[in-house]
Structure formats: C-alpha cells, structure tokens
C-alpha cells in the first residue's frame, strides 16, 4: 500500500527497525549520517537502498526539515555508494518516491541506487 507523504513519522516502520538493528539486513555502506543495504527484492543486479540515520518520511520531510549537515552528509553518502559499487562509469540511475502517485511504500525516506545493466527510459508508459 503506497503512503501518505504528509503522514507523521511511524517509528515502528521497516526500515526504522533495521536501523534499530532489530531486523537484518546486507549492509553496504554505514556512516553518521546513513545507511545503506541491499534490497529485498532488487529490481536491477545492483539495487541498494540509502536511508538517512534521522527520522524522515520522505523526500518532502527531509529536503524541508533535515539539518544541512544532514543533507550533505546523506548525499555524499548516496553518491559514495554508487562510486564505491562502480558504478559511475557505466551509469545509474536514483529514485526517491514519495507519496500516493510515486507508489511510496515504506515511509522511512530511501534513494534507490539502480544500475548493473541498461536502464531503458525512465518510466514505463
Ligand atoms: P518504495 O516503493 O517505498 O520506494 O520501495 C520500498 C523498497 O523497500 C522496495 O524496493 C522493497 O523491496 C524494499 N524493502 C521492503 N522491505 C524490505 C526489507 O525488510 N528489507 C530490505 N532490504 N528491503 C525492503
């Protein structure tokens, strides 16, 4: 079920859980100000997750709330990860959905890093 971006932060969300280190995950990349993993169910031979270590719904909560020691420290990270999985060269693709119509469904903020293989366009028609 996708998520109302405007809804208030759920701290027994999945992913706040795996933060807590109360459910697994295959970690690829920690720092202060994220954490990144593999997905559950990857859509591309590299799909790895990138959450921000604070508590934010979406890309709205974080791009208006969040610190800017926040933002740069999850940024750097997402591109550190997408560098560290070698990605640059070949190209890849983020994606942050949010909300209703973007299909959102865990409402802890996550960039998707998506890459391994051509792309194709960006949505499917
Ligand atoms: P969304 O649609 O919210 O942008 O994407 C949520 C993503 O989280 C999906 O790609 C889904 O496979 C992934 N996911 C959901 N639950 C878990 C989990 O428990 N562990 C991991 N590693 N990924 C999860």
New binding site residues.
């Given amino acids: 079920m996708?998520?109302d971006a405007t809804q208030p932060y759920d701290d027994q969300n999945?992913?706040a859980?795996?933060l807590r280190g109360e459910?697994p995950?295959?970690t690829v990349y920690e720092d202060e100000w994220a954490l990144a993993?593999?997905?559950?169910?990857?859509?591309a031979p590299d799909?790895v997750?990138v959450i921000p270590k604070g508590a934010y719904v979406c890309w709205d909560d974080f791009s208006a709330k969040a610190s800017d020691a926040e933002i740069a420290g999850f940024t750097r990270a997402v591109g550190h990860v997408a560098r560290e999985l070698g990605l640059v060269e070949p190209g890849y693709r983020l994606?942050?959905?949010t909300g209703f119509d973007?299909?959102?469904?865990?409402p802890h903020l996550?960039v998707?890093i998506f890459g391994g293989k051509p792309l194709g366009p960006m949505l499917v028609r």
Avoid: S, T, Y
């Fill in positions: 996708p998520i999945i992913f859980k795996i459910i995950n295959r993993f593999h997905d559950i169910n990857p859509q799909h997750l994606l942050a959905n973007a299909h959102q469904e865990v996550h998707h």
